[in-house]
């Protein structure tokens, strides 16, 4: 006697149960989100995280649907743990607030002595929580995502930089990024947040360098990443490549502003290379200053 409902019918109704499961999980999300229930709440709502092969049944073969679906998901649990941490980043921003050593430390005489991971003022600013136990299904919820789509950017960034702002898992971050550049490499946003956190929270000047000036080469990058790219490999104390980067670039640039900005690069650069020490010392300064006024200036 043949089934009522065939082998491959009742697979597919299974799925779309499954799919309406993971709707009803994301409605919870805003529910809760916008009640004020706390991330805790919300992430014992995400414990169950349905495998890739069932979303992708979920949503008829449409992964990019499914990654969609998956990423509305993710961004409300991400803005009801943003709001649960605020009030943890009161409390340490009044902490620091209280000590002088963080204000008081010199800057280093060099680019190369500096370590921007360690340093207090840099940390202050940008990685304020280093609480691993925060977000703690962000890596899962991501990473399913970009397992559906891999060509989809923007949980590679925003996930990566909320794993390191947020909760300090920096090698997850950092990972993430990997494979977003690895899926993208005509996007420049993986390559420049992955130097972002190689230089700030692991002093990995080179490999911040690298990263931001293969950012720079790619069509569509924002011109202040190919004035960043210029700025770390000279910091990093790679001058001379530094210049010949910035003079290929400027050979195949067919924007007629960025050439003018590369242009005062290659003169300042150039004549950075006799300057000696003091003059290294103020671009230290400069840098150091440019980061932590970011919030005067309406940043982070």
Wanted: hydrophobic letters at 45%; aromatic letters at 8%.
């Amino acid at each position: 006697m043949k089934p009522l409902i065939p082998e491959s019918a009742g697979y597919l109704l299974l799925a779309l149960a499954a799919g309406l499961g993971v709707v009803y999980l994301s409605g919870e999300a805003i529910r809760r989100g916008s009640s004020g229930e706390g991330s805790e709440e919300l992430g014992k709502a995400l414990l169950y995280i349905p495998d890739r092969r069932v979303l992708h049944a979920a949503a008829l073969g449409d992964d990019a649907l499914a990654a969609d679906i998956l990423w509305l998901r993710t961004v409300f649990y991400i803005a009801a743990t943003e709001l649960d941490l605020e009030e943890k980043q009161g409390e340490f921003h009044a902490d620091l607030e209280g000590k002088t050593e963080w204000k008081d430390a010199p800057f280093p005489k060099s680019f190369e002595d500096a370590d921007f991971s360690a340093d207090p003022r840099i940390r202050r600013l940008l990685f304020w929580n280093a609480n691993s136990n925060d977000i703690p299904q962000l890596g899962k919820l991501v990473g399913t995502v970009t397992d559906l789509n891999p060509r989809f950017v923007t949980p590679y960034v925003h996930g990566a930089m909320n794993l390191a702002v947020f909760a300090g898992r920096f090698d997850e971050a950092i990972a993430l990024l990997d494979k977003g550049a690895a899926h993208n490499p005509d996007r420049w946003e993986p390559f420049y947040y992955r130097g972002f956190l190689r230089l700030f929270a692991r002093n990995d000047k080179s490999g911040a360098a690298r990263d931001v000036q293969t950012a720079a080469m790619i069509r569509g990058t924002p011109a202040i990443v190919v004035q960043l790219a210029g700025a770390l490999g000279v910091g990093a104390g790679e001058r001379d490549h530094t210049l010949e980067f910035l003079r290929s670039l400027r050979d195949v640039t067919d924007d007629a502003e960025l050439r003018r900005k590369i242009d005062n690069m290659l003169t300042v650069y150039g004549a950075g290379a006799k300057a000696g020490p003091a003059r290294r010392k103020d671009e230290i300064g400069i840098m150091f200053d440019s980061i932590l006024n970011q919030e005067d200036r309406g940043g982070r």
